[in-house]
């Protein structure tokens, strides 16, 4: 079975500031990874993902996030935040030997303060 | 434009008034799926299916059901609607999840009173 933990449901940061969303993962098999973001009244957007290979992975809107097999983590990041970024952030993992489940945690909000 | 498309996108009924959410892809997709989002608890999976007339149960299948007769189309049929099933719910399509993820529709906020 596969899980995923974001630490914080609500995060808050000034514009300009650094933005730094958790997930922890578990996984029995090597895992992909992905980050989706969802504006109000909008469905999910794919932000970024990791299957295999380099570990930092570039995703849209100036996101990225580094896999890290040691620490079972996949933390995004983005150096700036801008008003836009306000939205919520879902970490998903697949693993299963199926390849069709993705299991979600359970949403990371970012607030951006002027 | 390549996208998933479910209707309606606002619903509200009263509890056992028997409802259909459609949902349909434009992608020649092989996987759909149908989620739900609550607060707190993320995208929980209700149904997928991996090809036409082949469905499974996701994490939480009780009081729903699902059907797969074109590859286009997975409507989302709850028989006899109760207040729990109150929810946001996602329809979601791809060619293989595990490698490309879902691409997703804009989901369906229904209230059951």
């Known amino acids: 079975a596969q899980s995923v933990t974001q630490l914080g449901s609500h995060v808050s940061v000034s514009e300009g500031a650094l933005v730094l969303l958790r997930c922890n993962y578990s996984s029995s098999v090597p895992p992909y990874l992905f980050w989706y973001v969802q504006y109000p009244n909008q469905g999910l957007q794919l932000l970024l993902k990791?299957?295999?290979?380099?570990?930092l992975v570039k995703g849209i809107n100036g996101f990225e996030a580094e896999f890290k097999k040691s620490e079972t983590s996949f933390h995004l990041t983005k150096p700036s935040a801008h008003m836009s970024d306000a939205a919520e952030y879902f970490c998903?993992?697949?693993?299963?030997?199926?390849?069709?489940?993705?299991?979600f945690g359970g949403g990371t909000r970012l607030m951006v303060k002027p | 434009e390549a996208q998933v498309t479910q209707n309606p996108r606002y619903l509200i009924t009263v509890t056992g008034k028997k409802l259909t959410v459609t949902c349909s892809q434009n992608m020649n997709h092989e996987y759909m799926s149908w989620y739900r989002q609550d607060p707190g608890l993320g995208l929980r999976q209700i149904y997928y299916?991996?090809?036409?007339?082949?469905?499974d149960k996701g994490d939480v299948p009780e009081g729903y059901k699902v059907s797969r007769k074109e590859k286009r189309n997975f409507p989302l049929i709850l028989e006899s609607p109760s207040p729990n099933q109150t929810s946001l719910y996602f329809c979601?399509?791809?060619?293989?999840?595990?490698?490309?993820?879902?691409?997703f529709g804009s989901g369906t906020r229904l209230t059951v009173v």
């Open positions: 990791y299957t295999t290979g380099a570990t």
């Open positions: 979601a399509s791809s060619l293989l999840p595990g490698l490309d993820g879902y691409t």
């Open positions: 998903a993992v697949s693993g299963d030997n199926a390849g069709n489940m993705l299991t």
């Open positions: 299916s991996m090809n036409v007339e082949v469905t």
